[in-house]
């Protein structure tokens, strides 16, 4: 009888007990036997300690439908039951009730001791969006319009879940119109050319390309952080141009099939082109370096190359992730600033670096908390401003 006990009394707190089981588990509650009492006791405190030591296993809105089982097995009563089958079920709906509250409080004011201070105002990761400006000057915001979106030199332009794709949909035109997309802090976005390349846009990014691509070459400008994977084609190289940082020079990228990742924002001293796969041509007024997978040129006045880059690191950010290697908290800020959308106070001179990695799905307190764990500064957000400053020794 014990373990027939336990296990309805398990499988009604699962919300998974028939009528008849039921009814057997209220004449268990209403039982003055000595023995199904002491039983009723050590079960609710086997069953409440163990909520106790694990807490995070317990599917506290599971509890709550389970405290409202009794309802559709009581509408259902047929004459021959007795009154206390009623008192039972308030009985059972109390002690789950009860059961549910204490957990609750328990489980609230665990979250009240770990949860750092600066997630009482927080700020969300960013999403898919971006900007697309058209030859004609007019402007379609992808984040709600979605389907078919126009015509461009023979060309179609759909829009669906976070890509906006240019195909050719009848005879290639000749005449040579640009179309721009752009992304705000905050948005990342997808976007197929019309020759088959894939391009992934990063926060605060641009890109101005041919609707269709004619000539003897594939031309595009880039600002701000993008990834290719170039389609290729021997007769028409691909050459992303690079707009001047600073008093630096302008870049061009030539490529005929390859994957690589560009990143060039105007806020940075030096741009970066990072070769993943195949190769390519960097080009910076009278310079002129190849890169083989895994190098990276760094662009100012001059080009210098480094050998076995971190490519985890460098791509991190179209993975979806945060990825710092001996970072200065500055440069990790100015890339939480176009994610989340926010501003950097810095109160006061720090110099902390870094090493790390974190979703960049987290809400931006999980973010900071780990900085805080690891490091002796402290973080305050309010609103869309974060405030920096360090720990007192």
């Known amino acids: 009888m014990e373990d027939k006990f336990e296990e309805i009394y398990r499988k009604y707190l699962d919300n998974q007990v028939s ?19 002491s039983r009723r006791e050590v079960l609710f405190d086997d069953t409440w300690n163990s909520l106790l030591t694990q807490p995070g296993s317990f599917n506290l809105p599971r509890c709550t439908v389970a405290a409202q089982a009794p309802v559709a097995p009581i509408d259902r009563a047929t004459p021959r039951r007795k009154w206390w089958i009623a008192a039972a079920a ?34 969300a990761p960013g999403s898919h969006g971006a900007l697309l400006t058209l030859a004609d000057g007019s402007r379609v915001v992808l984040d709600s319009t979605l389907g078919h979106i126009g015509q461009q030199s023979g060309v179609n332009i759909t829009n669906k879940d976070g890509s906006v794709a240019y195909q050719l949909g009848g005879k290639k035109s000749t005449t040579t119109v640009y179309n721009t997309i752009s992304t705000p802090q905050g948005r990342r976005y997808q976007l197929m050319l019309e020759d088959g390349t894939k391009v992934w846009l990063n926060a605060a990014s641009s890109i101005r390309f041919p609707a269709v691509f004619t000539g003897n070459e594939r031309r595009v400008e880039v600002s701000g ?28 990228v030539k490529v005929l099939g390859t994957h690589f990742n560009v990143h060039a924002y105007s806020n940075e001293a030096i741009s970066r082109t990072t070769l993943l796969e195949g190769s390519v041509e960097i080009t910076s007024g009278e310079s002129k370096v190849k890169l083989l997978p895994g190098q990276q040129a760094a662009v100012n006045n001059n080009i210098s190359v480094m050998k076995n880059v971190n490519t985890d690191k460098v ?38 670096a870094f090493t790390g990695s974190i979703s960049a799905e987290a809400p931006l307190s999980k973010v900071l908390e780990m900085f805080e764990n690891v490091g002796r500064i402290e973080f305050s957000i309010e609103g869309k401003t974060v405030r920096i400053r360090s720990l007192k020794k």
């Not at 008849?20 to 000595?34: C, G, M, R, Y």
């Not at 009730?97 to 409080?105: C, F, K, N, Y």
């Open 19 to 37: 009528e008849e089981e039921f009814e057997q588990l209220l004449e268990l509650f209403t039982s003055d036997d000595a023995e199904i009492c």
């Open 90 to 123: 308030a009985i059972i709906i109390f002690c789950a009730g009860l059961t549910a509250l204490l957990i609750t409080m328990h489980n609230n004011a665990a979250k009240k001791i770990m949860q750092p201070t600066v997630a009482m105002n927080d700020v």
């Open 225 to 252: 952080e993008a990834y290719f994977e170039v389609s290729k084609n021997d007769k028409q190289p691909f050459i992303v141009s690079v707009k001047p940082i600073g008093a630096g020079k302008p870049v061009d």
């Open 315 to 352: 791509m991190a950010w179209k993975n979806n992730r945060f990825y710092f290697q001996e970072d200065d908290i500055r440069d990790i800020m100015q890339q939480l600033a176009r994610w989340y959308d926010i501003d950097v106070v810095f109160e006061e001179r720090i110099t902390e």
